[in-house]
């Protein structure tokens, strides 16, 4: 149950950054830097910045929440698309 928080966490920064009224470079910029915070966050959450191998447990956290980002923001690309085309119907 540990490993669903740095994915929540993701989908939120998914959703924070594709809603952003920013574009280009700095859209790209707050993604990255939202899932390296989310992943840090999470692994604070689940205590394990105290192990000795807390880089690693940041990092595949951060992984984690770019995979939640990601899905998130490809499933309002598709899904998105998709009403925008049945309301022109």
């Known amino acids: 149950m540990k490993e669903l928080l740095p994915i929540a966490l993701g989908v939120l920064v998914g959703a924070g950054v594709a809603h952003a009224g ?3 470079r700095a859209k ?3 993604f ?3 899932c390296l915070a989310a992943g840090a966050l999470a692994s604070l959450i689940n ?3 105290a192990s000795s191998v807390w880089a690693l447990f940041v990092s595949f956290d951060a992984l984690q929440a770019w ?3 990601a899905v998130y923001v ?3 690309r598709v ?3 998709k009403s925008l085309e049945e309301q022109r119907r």
Request: zero cysteines; hydrophobic letters at 65%; aromatic letters at 4%.
């Open 47 to 49: 205590g394990e910045l």
């Open 74 to 76: 490809a499933a309002l």
């Open 22 to 24: 920013i574009a280009g």
């Open 32 to 34: 990255v830097a939202g």
């Open 79 to 81: 899904f998105g698309r």
């Open 67 to 69: 995979l939640g980002a």
């Open 28 to 30: 790209l910029l707050l």
